[in-house]
């Protein structure tokens, strides 16, 4: 396994990994009646293959199989970025599904490195890729000085074990996507 830094080209991969990282739920409210969850993969993979959306490829790292398949990726960003990068996915929701997100909470802060989308394809879960994902994002959020931050929806058990595996540890609670969800920080 080897861990790279992602490309334009990944962008389909980014897509179907923030969807699936946002989950079932937050994935088809975004679609809503008029739209499916392939136009929700879409518009993420849209947002991954620019350079300055807080989904893009520049933010990410993937996993790669010893064969050389992409199995996973992580999308970590400066939370001080927050706002600028987020307006390109506002407008995008707006053109694309037609939704007004400008309300949603902000869901990090500008003194963390951000841990947007921590994701494995499934076929290839078990074998350690989330951890080495999450540890090599945390080697990058080093270099600025910023402790790592994510949410982790309450009830969600297994990833709130393996975040405290890698040295996560309850911070405070934030919404996203107006749901409370559990901040946590990398000590």
């Known amino acids: 396994m080897t861990i790279r830094n992602a490309t334009p080209e990944d962008a389909r991969l980014i897509g179907r990994s923030v969807t699936m990282a946002i989950g079932d739920e937050i994935a088809d409210a975004l679609a809503g009646p008029e739209h499916t969850r392939e136009d929700v993969v879409d518009l993420f993979a849209s ?9 893009s490829y520049r933010n990410t790292l993937v996993c790669v199989d ?7 990726v992580a999308v970590a960003y400066d939370g001080a970025g927050l ?13 694309r599904l037609g939704r007004d997100m400008e309300a949603m909470e902000d869901e990090c802060t500008a003194d963390e490195v951000y841990l947007d989308t921590l994701a494995v394809l499934p076929e290839y879960r078990g074998r350690g890729y989330a951890l080495a994902l999450i ?17 982790v929806e309450k009830e969600n058990h297994p990833a709130k ?20 969800m559990d901040h946590l920080r990398m000590r």
Do not use: I, N, S, W
């Open 135 to 151: 540890e090599a994002t945390a080697d990058r959020a080093r270099t600025t000085g910023k402790p790592l931050g994510l949410l």
């Open 47 to 55: 947002l991954a293959a620019r350079p300055d959306t807080q989904y």
């Open 66 to 72: 010893d064969d050389g398949t992409p199995c996973g």
């Open 83 to 95: 706002h600028e990068m987020r307006t390109h996915f506002f407008r995008a929701v707006r053109e």
């Open 161 to 180: 074990a393996l975040y405290a595996k890698a040295g996560f540890r309850f911070f405070d609670e934030r919404p996203f996507a107006f749901v409370l």
